[in-house]
């Protein structure tokens, strides 16, 4: 039996606004091509009965991506002396591998657990939010999904971002980073216990406990890097340790 490329593991309410969505698993039979991340499984998070393209139009791509400063419709009210108002909003063509893979998977049934356990042909890391805040479907939801597909993920090599650090359950930290776009959020989310990616422009400086994202200073690949996986609890003979990992920062999408 064929298998597939892509299978849906969640189907239900927005953690954000209750709206219908989906979770979407790819890649897992054809390697991405993507040149950024490299190899891995890629996770989609979309809205269930609107096109993605047609969501970022509407507004209704906030069940999965919440109230992120660079969806087009957040971006158009964003204040004339923001810096971020003088560049393009979110880079995802929607238009293309989001509505593809939406279009093929949307309105199926959610795979079986045999199905999800049987359905990779190798092992690499996993892209939590090709598009789509992560933190938008339960974490228990994810957390099912990745034990299913434990002899298939590599969770050392499995990058992923939320906006959503301020108010999502605070365990989300060990998986993936806080999306931040300045000083002062990035401190706030560590606080929270997140290790930051911070968005910034030209004008700005790296940061003390910050490093440039290695794809663009080395060209290094996501799946060989490992930076973003979140913050990792390291045992110790006292107890739990964070992970002394610096944090990440990017010159903006143009």
């Known amino acids: 039996m064929k298998r597939p490329n892509a299978l849906k593991f969640y ?3 927005s953690e954000i606004d209750g709206s219908p969505i989906v979770g979407i698993v790819s890649g897992l ?4 091509r993507n040149l950024k991340t490299g190899d891995l499984f890629q996770t989609w998070i979309m809205p269930r009965d609107v096109k993605p393209n047609d969501a970022v139009k509407t507004g209704d791509d906030r069940g999965v991506c919440a109230d992120c400063r660079m969806r087009p419709k957040e971006h158009k009210l964003l204040s004339a002396d923001d810096p971020f108002r003088l560049l393009h909003p979110c880079y995802v063509k929607t238009f293309q591998g989001p509505r593809s893979v939406w279009q ?9 657990v045999d199905d999800i356990a049987n359905a990779a042909n190798r092992r690499t890391g996993l892209r939590f939010g090709a598009w789509g805040d992560p933190a938008s479907i339960p974490l228990a939801a994810w957390q099912i999904f990745l034990r299913v597909m434990h002899a298939s993920i590599d969770l050392d090599r499995s990058p992923g971002y939320t906006h959503q650090w301020e ?4 365990l989300w930290a060990r998986y993936v980073m806080a999306s931040v776009h300045s000083s002062d959020e990035r401190r706030r989310a560590k606080a929270r216990g997140f290790r930051t990616f911070r968005i910034i422009t030209d004008l700005d400086d790296l940061e003390s406990g910050e490093v440039l994202c290695v794809h663009v200073t080395h060209g290094t690949q996501c799946v060989d890097c490992g930076l973003c996986d979140g913050t990792n609890l390291r045992s110790t003979m006292t107890g739990a340790m964070m992970d002394g990992r610096k944090d ?4 903006i999408h143009r």
């Open 167 to 170: 108010t999502c359950d605070p």
């Open 104 to 112: 093929g998977t949307h309105d199926l049934d959610v795979a079986s």
């Open 11 to 13: 189907d239900g309410p």
């Open 29 to 32: 039979v054809t390697r991405s």
């Open 248 to 251: 990440v920062a990017i010159y």
